[in-house]
């Protein structure tokens, strides 16, 4: 998949909705465990259900592992399932894997041979060798952890290089930029760290941002699109997980969860559409 | 297991070895294929030579899901061997994980409840949230990645901060001080950052470090071990894969691994010998 692809997605959806799989045994509706694979099951009725209303599913690994290798099994299925059934989906597997280069090729084959994942999340930190192999596959991206939005992203991400004054996660974003083009990587950047975007978009002006932290940690949409936004219409990718897909746990959760979806993408297209208004006004003065 | 349980093993085993099991599928013997499982078979046949020779084990998580649900399945099947056959070993999965809170207590229950893993390895780039949830398990262990071995490891690790002067990896250690204690953190030094081990045994007396790189990436046994035991007789968990599980491939391989396992084992043992020897003078004088 390219960025293109993407862009183009966006354009015809009027969205920017990622939906996170984080199926959690403990939330998932009582009714699905009288099938044989319950995960499977709970996040294949959510994408059928939701698949016009997002341009891409992003599934949790952790909450795959955590049930051994049946869970890995229902990774592969639903990761199969997306691309086989909605080939224009952006897949995205959540994984945060980051080693030195002979494993990171094995992480590579894992996600991007076995797996018809079109991204992977990547942890930065060991540098350089832990994103090459990714970038050997055409039309794969790597999501570096730019900026997370969890309380303790102060303890590394946001301390100042004595050499250049950079930020940790400064230097992350411009590294990006040395090993990659827009066309292979993105970044992660949590919607809490809104504030930094302009920061962020000085450094990366095209690239692709994975936005979760909306809602659920206290970000503001309004704020990560008005300073996120590529051309104003699009480089977001915003992802909403446990607003959507728990919104419900009856039998309609499915149909309970394109509800809050159709919400949500209907407060971006209003926000695309007002961006866009903006672009013909500056464009015509 | 506990911080003095690993210190008796090395006590009666005299070595530090770790042996990392890695199983490339394109590196393992060719006769291995007609059984069901070759990767666990591998993997058995190395535990099964090797054992008494070694204090611990570490699967490496990539080798495994490079094979999808059936890799993943005979890692389950390696750690319950090795635990059930060879309780005193310290069974560490080299998984590099490192999430936010709610996806860190997922792949705490993956390797520390659904997998009978004494210790993982973690990523410390996102900060606490990723640690804690490992941490309310007694008995087991977070081994933070402090500072790596591979090339790319002055991208980020060797980066100093302006306000402290110290180092990122000297902030990880720190961290790691404040997090918890040496009954259940330890950490991650490649060999070739050998020089650095003086400035780190400051900052964490008594914790345990794991060492890989010696050999293959050219760090030195005797280097590590001169500024890295503590006391002169423990603290260090010495890594070697490829140089033993790859010294044969073919029927023998197992032998083979364990010929390589006992004479690095030697080496280690007079290191320690000597090591003993010094200390005594010291104490007498």
New interface residues.
């Given amino acids: 998949m390219t960025y293109s692809d993407i862009k183009k997605q966006i354009e015809e959806k009027k969205t920017l909705l990622c939906i996170g799989l984080?199926p959690?045994i403990e939330k998932i509706p009582k009714h699905l465990f009288s099938s044989d694979d319950p995960i499977f099951e709970f996040c294949k009725e959510i994408v059928d259900s939701t698949h016009d209303l997002a341009i891409s599913f992003k599934p949790?690994t952790?909450?795959f592992?955590?049930?051994?290798?049946?869970?890995?099994?229902s990774?592969?299925k639903i990761a199969s399932y997306i691309k086989e059934k909605y080939p224009e989906i952006f897949l995205i597997a959540d994984a945060?894997?980051?080693?030195?280069?002979?494993?990171?090729k094995?992480?590579a084959?894992?996600f991007f041979e076995?797996?018809p994942f079109d991204a992977i999340t990547i942890?930065?930190?060991?540098?350089?060798?832990?994103v090459a192999p990714f970038l050997e596959y055409e039309g794969k991206f790597v999501i570096l952890?730019g900026l997370?939005?969890?309380?303790?992203?102060?303890?590394?991400?946001l301390?100042?290089?004595?050499?250049t004054?950079e930020y940790?996660f400064e230097?992350?974003f411009k590294?990006g930029t040395w090993w990659g083009t827009e066309n292979n990587i993105m970044y992660v950047v949590g919607a809490t760290m809104a504030y930094k975007l302009q920061q962020i978009r000085n450094l990366v002006p095209n690239h692709f941002l994975l936005i979760p932290g909306i809602g659920a940690q206290g970000g503001s949409l309004e704020e990560v699109c008005n300073f996120g936004l590529v051309d104003n219409n699009y480089g977001l990718i915003i992802n909403q997980s446990r607003s959507i897909i728990y919104a419900d746990t009856t039998e309609k959760f499915a149909d309970v969860a394109r509800d809050k979806a159709l919400e949500f993408k209907n407060e971006i297209s209003k926000i695309l559409e007002e961006a866009k208004n903006k672009r013909k006004k500056r464009t015509r003065f």
Same sequence: chains 1, 2.
């Avoid at 980051?98 to 990171?104: A, E, Q, R, V, Y």
């Avoid at 942890?123 to 832990?130: E, M, R, W």
């Avoid at 997370?148 to 991400?157: C, G, I, K, M, V």
Wanted: charged content about 25%; cysteine-free.
């Fill in positions: 984080d959690d949790n952790a909450f592992e955590a049930h051994g290798y049946k869970g890995w099994q990774l592969e945060k894997r980051g080693d030195i280069l002979h494993t990171s094995m992480y084959k894992a076995n797996m942890n930065p930190l060991l540098g350089k060798d832990v952890l997370s939005s969890n309380p303790s992203a102060y303890d590394l991400q301390i100042q290089e004595l050499e004054r940790i230097k992350i590294y």
